[in-house]
């Protein structure tokens, strides 16, 4: 039998398991509480949000859209579907690249620029409320520091 075999498994402490659960607790019900609120409120999902903040901010409001998957962080074909539903809404819409015949840009539209000016107020104040008053600012600071180490360490390539 290995040492591997007969040695204990290497658990989490107490202080890092609470934090951890803690964590977990939050991942998972912080983006529900924001979603629905979107929803309720303005008949877009977190996601919509997310896409359509995404594109408001890139030049001429469109981006490739694999650059688009990328930093909302979503697959190539869940991205597809996203902007496939947010086309019928009339959110979105798709032009092909001028340089790559394969490729396209998600463009943003008037109304899905009026869809997001509606919701903004909606999502900073949620954000605000359930995010960002629960803390001092100097936790704030050192919550962002926590999870710049964190992303760091999930950078592909790293392991």
């Known amino acids: 039998m290995s040492d591997d075999a007969t040695r204990e498994p290497p658990w989490l402490d107490d202080d890092e398991q609470a934090v951890w659960r803690r964590y977990i607790s939050v991942m998972r019900l912080l983006p529900d509480r924001l979603n629905a609120s979107l929803s309720r409120g303005h008949g877009i999902t977190l996601i919509d949000y997310e896409v359509l903040a995404r594109l408001s901010e890139a030049p001429l409001r469109r981006l490739r859209m694999t650059e688009l998957a990328e930093g909302a962080l979503l697959s190539k074909s869940?991205?597809?579907?996203q902007i496939s539903r947010m086309e019928k809404e009339g959110l979105v819409r798709r032009e092909p690249c001028e340089t790559d015949g394969r490729g396209y840009f998600a463009v943003l539209t008037d109304a899905g620029w009026e869809k997001l000016l509606a919701a903004v107020?909606?999502?900073?104040?949620?954000?605000?409320?359930?995010f960002v008053s629960p803390m001092g600012r100097e936790q704030l600071l050192?919550?962002?520091?926590?999870?710049?180490?964190?992303e760091r360490g999930l950078e592909p390539g790293r392991s």
Do not use: K, Y
């Open 78 to 81: 869940r991205l597809s579907h």
């Open 121 to 130: 107020p909606t999502h900073v104040r949620d954000v605000r409320e359930t």
């Open 142 to 150: 050192a919550l962002g520091e926590a999870l710049s180490a964190i």
